[in-house]
């Protein structure tokens, strides 16, 4: 079954225009960039903010204990 040559490719492209049509396809291009594009701005914002100062351990301790009695009482 060896690769694909352009011939397969273009006959395939043709199948999906007459399939779904140019606008459904320009609207899934449209929506796929913008959410390129919202991730990378969410990226850009992320590494740009400072890191707020960090928790006191107390603080982080109590959050992550798990209480393993009252999980195998339930």
């Known amino acids: 079954m060896g690769s694909f040559s352009i011939w ?3 006959i395939v492209l043709l199948i999906v225009v ?3 049509g140019t606008k ?3 609207n899934i291009g449209e929506d796929l960039g913008g959410a390129v594009k919202g991730f990378k701005d969410g990226m850009k914002d992320g590494a740009a903010k400072p890191d707020a100062a960090p928790a006191p351990a107390s603080v ?3 959050k ?3 209480d393993v009695e ?3 009482k339930s």
Do not use: N, S
């Open 8 to 10: 397969h490719w273009l």
């Open 18 to 20: 007459m399939v779904f």
């Open 24 to 26: 459904k396809l320009r």
């Open 60 to 62: 982080t301790a109590e």
């Open 64 to 66: 992550t204990t798990i």
């Open 70 to 72: 009252a999980k195998q």
